[in-house]
């Protein structure tokens, strides 16, 4: 799927993510960003919360 690892902080209010992708470039980033969204809105969703937080998803390329 092309994520190496990913962090999630998840407050009242808003779940952040932090995914590093195993790719290096923009444009692996913009392709991964909207299917981790996807699938982490999905377990959200599974959880049936009364107040889901807001997501924020950030997809980073590996360092060197």
């Known amino acids: 799927d092309g994520i190496s690892s990913a962090e999630v902080t998840v ?16 444009a692996a980033v913009n392709t991964l960003r909207q299917p981790v969204t996807q699938a ?6 599974a959880l049936n919360l009364q107040h889901p937080p807001r997501l924020k998803v950030r997809v980073n390329t590996r360092r060197r």
């Not at 808003?14 to 590093?20: D, I, K, S, W």
């Not at 982490?40 to 969703?45: G, K, T």
Request: net charge positive; aromatic share 0%.
């Open 40 to 45: 982490v809105d999905d377990r959200l969703s």
């Open 11 to 26: 407050r009242r209010r808003r779940a952040h993510v932090a995914a590093r992708s195993a790719a290096r470039g923009r």
